[in-house]
């Protein structure tokens, strides 16, 4: 309970730039921003169905569905190897966890971002730490500007 205070308190506090409108015409921003908490648990209002990127140039990438290759995503924004924050806005469902791929066409080694969570990417805390039964390239690298690609998964062990 003292987590979804705290987090309804930034939510409050947030300054209104933070509300700009997505560039995904009637959806709604992501409930976390670059530079706050870089783990957020969801609302029920914040599922939008949406996995987001944002590359360092402040472009915001945005599917609802898998993205074989970040040079292009479903708004037009181009966040491949340029990504500084990613965010699950997916729905509670069947797929609701995402895995971020090191290489285009769901290639390399790739780590699990879980329904509702956001990581800022700039802080070096995460890192490309899945690469199932063979060696994957990029495995342990880090994820800042090294993303190419997602598919939404099950919820697993690693969400």
């Known amino acids: 309970m003292a ?4 987090l ?3 939510f409050v506090s947030m300054p209104p730039a933070a509300f700009a409108a997505s560039p995904i ?4 921003s992501p409930l976390v921003r670059q530079g706050q908490s870089s783990q957020a648990v ?3 209002d914040s599922a939008n169905g949406y996995f987001y990127a944002e590359a360092d140039q402040g472009y915001l990438c945005s ?7 970040w040079s292009y995503s479903q708004n037009g924004a181009n966040c491949l190897n340029n990504d500084i924050w990613v965010e699950n ?4 469902e069947t797929y609701d966890c995402v895995e971020i791929f090191w290489g285009t066409s769901y290639g390399g080694a790739g780590a699990f ?8 990417l700039t802080t070096g805390r995460y890192t490309f730490d ?7 390239p990029g495995y342990l690298e880090s994820m800042e500007n090294n993303a190419a690609s997602h598919a939404w998964t099950p919820a697993n062990q690693f969400c």
């Open 8 to 10: 309804i308190t930034i």
């Open 63 to 69: 599917w609802s569905g898998n993205g074989a290759d």
């Open 89 to 92: 806005n997916g729905y509670f």
């Open 42 to 44: 969801a609302t029920p």
């Open 25 to 28: 015409v009637g959806a709604p």
């Open 3 to 6: 987590l979804f205070a705290s």
């Open 113 to 120: 971002l879980g329904q509702g969570i956001a990581w800022d």
């Open 130 to 136: 899945y690469e199932g039964d063979n060696p994957e």
